[in-house]
């Protein structure tokens, strides 16, 4: 490595083991402290969501990037109240030239475990995301990195492809930009949650002390951060894990857990918002739910027996036709999540309708008569079998519902019969990437709240859904608008981006929701971690 320090010998100073006492939470009301003052007491979080992997390289969920907000450090990240970037454990980030992008650690930064965290870390925190390449990984957001380079321990030189880049410093504040120790991770190879917590390869606002894989995460806030955020307002934290979310539902009700966040029915948050024992909190929302269709595995998709592209798209245009997001969005979510015909969500600059004008009756509504007429000019007999996959542990309870209401409509008028099946998620997550999915169901949490998180995961002919979606056009004018400064001409040319592929139906946006954590009475904090940086941060949370 190009680094001073990279033959330096570090002294890793290992945690103890697991034992099912330490494993065991404490209550809600454990250890509380009236004022909520820095770092005392304990919080309990409980969520349906699920943990994919600790390490960087090799997972790209909101249950993972959850855990590693709270855990790892970043050269970027998000000040409370803000969607934009800051020097997180950087001193200074900045241009040094159209293709250059030279960042200074601040001096003295240490993992958890006692290691110096140097720019060696940092070289090779990136180098090995882009060696692994892990498929359920966030690699494809390094698409413009050419090379790193740590010329001194404090000093990261970031050489980019195409210069001007208006994204680079946002992506060194998502999935992909958690800094890890190299002497605890592999260089070539995904590193396991036991080997990363035994080695304490933290230097976030908290360590984890105590780790089973979704079922229980503790969480100690971490006296040696020196990074964008501050110190924790909590000294423990405790995250359970659900698989029922109306078990979530009654503990943060009856007060066995503090904090409930993502996700519970609308039905329950609904209910919930009556009761004097809780606040229900509502934020920002980029979420979005989406339909991936699978090119080479879908009906009539590339490697079928009947490979047809022109029936392909066909079939995607007449579910497109029969989409009833009005439906999922009243009679599933009661409005907490509301129909998208963008693939960028409403109020991001770029976002259009261009779905909305292409499918369905042009105001929303479906038209099971075009529908009917695109599948006849192709030829295709109904009705057509499909299979559809959703992962309801994964997106909630109501995923089972909103899944019905789309098979509903769907079979309403004898153009598809369609076979819904269900996964658990860490199977499902796996399977998808490997062609078994003709047409899934996914969600989407942004990375970072910018136009370019909506298409660049998305569209690029490498990209993280690996579903073989490849249009050089669309490719193209996604790295133009990566590096056009000026903000009419980037508009522009994101709108066209969402028309070409709405055209081509890689995807099928149908649902942008807001985000909604149900706390206790007296936990204080909550607004501050559903700002506009769409991360949830247990550090600002605290007991009144």
């Not at 390490?55 to 969920?61: E, I, N």
């Not at 879908?298 to 009947?306: N, V, Y």
């Not at 009705?383 to 519902?401: F, K, T």
């Not at 400064?485 to 929701?513: C, F, N």
């Amino acid at each position: 490595m190009a680094s001073a320090s990279t033959n330096r010998r570090r002294a890793l100073a290992f945690a103890a083991g697991f034992s099912a006492t330490a494993l065991a939470l404490t209550g809600c009301t454990a250890g509380g402290s009236d004022d909520g003052g820095d770092a005392a007491g304990t919080l309990t979080i409980g969520t349906t969501e699920q943990i994919t992997a600790l390490d960087p390289a090799g997972s790209y969920d909101n249950g993972s990037f959850a855990v590693m907000n709270q855990v790892y450090p970043f050269l970027m990240n998000t000040p409370y109240g803000s969607p934009d970037v800051e020097p997180d454990i950087a001193e200074s980030a900045e241009f040094t030239s159209d293709t250059e992008y030279t960042v200074t650690l601040k001096d003295g930064l240490t993992f958890a475990n006692g290691n110096e965290l140097t720019s060696s870390d940092v070289k090779f925190s990136f180098d090995r995301q882009l060696a692994i390449a892990d498929p359920n990984g966030p690699s494809s957001l390094l698409y413009n990195l050419d090379s790193v380079e740590a010329p001194d321990d404090l000093t990261v030189v970031f050489t980019l492809k195409s210069p001007n880049d208006q994204i680079f410093p946002q992506i060194l504040s998502s999935p992909v930009g958690p800094i890890v120790d190299e002497d605890v991770f592999s260089a070539d190879a995904l590193t396991s949650d036991d080997e990363i917590v035994e080695g304490e390869a933290f230097a976030g606002q908290y360590t984890i002390s105590n780790y089973n894989f979704n079922e229980l995460v503790s969480y100690t806030a971490n006296p040696d951060y020196q990074g964008l955020l501050g110190e924790a307002k909590t000294e423990t934290v405790n995250v359970r894990y659900y698989t029922d979310a109306s078990n979530l539902k009654l503990d943060v009700q009856e007060g066995n857990i503090d904090v409930a966040h993502r996700t519970l029915s609308a039905t329950d948050i609904e209910d919930l918002r009556g009761n004097d024992n809780v606040k229900v909190v509502d934020g920002p929302g980029g979420e979005i739910r989406y339909m991936v269709f699978n090119f080479n595995t879908m009906p009539f998709g590339a490697t079928t027996p009947e490979a047809d592209e022109a029936k392909a798209l066909a079939v995607r245009q007449a579910i497109a036709h029969l989409i009833d997001r009005d439906a999922i969005s009243e009679d599933v979510y009661k409005g907490t999540f509301t129909p998208l015909y963008s693939y960028v969500p409403e109020g991001l600059t770029g976002a259009n309708e261009s779905l909305k004008e292409l499918y369905g009756d042009g105001n929303g509504a479906p038209d099971a008569e075009k529908a009917a007429a695109v599948l006849e000019e192709a030829g295709i007999e109904t009705p057509l079998d499909i299979s559809i996959q959703y992962v309801a542990e994964r997106y909630g309870p109501s995923s089972s519902d909103e899944y019905a209401v789309i098979k509903d409509s769907l079979e309403a008028d004898g153009l598809f019969s369609v076979n819904l099946q269900s996964t658990e998620w860490v199977q499902y997550s796996d399977d998808r990437v490997a062609d078994l999915y003709p047409v899934y169901q996914l969600g989407w949490f942004p990375d970072y709240s910018d136009a370019d998180n909506y298409l660049t995961p998305f569209f690029l002919t490498e990209n993280f859904l690996a579903n073989h979606y490849d249009n050089p056009e669309v490719n193209d004018l996604i790295l133009q608008q990566a590096v056009t400064a000026d903000p009419a001409e980037r508009e522009a040319l994101i709108g066209e981006i969402q028309e070409k592929v709405a055209a081509d139906l890689s995807t099928l946006p149908y649902m942008q929701g807001a985000q909604i954590a149900v706390v206790g009475a007296d936990v204080e904090g909550a607004e501050d971690t559903l700002d506009a940086s769409f991360k949830f941060r247990y550090a600002a949370l605290s007991k009144g």
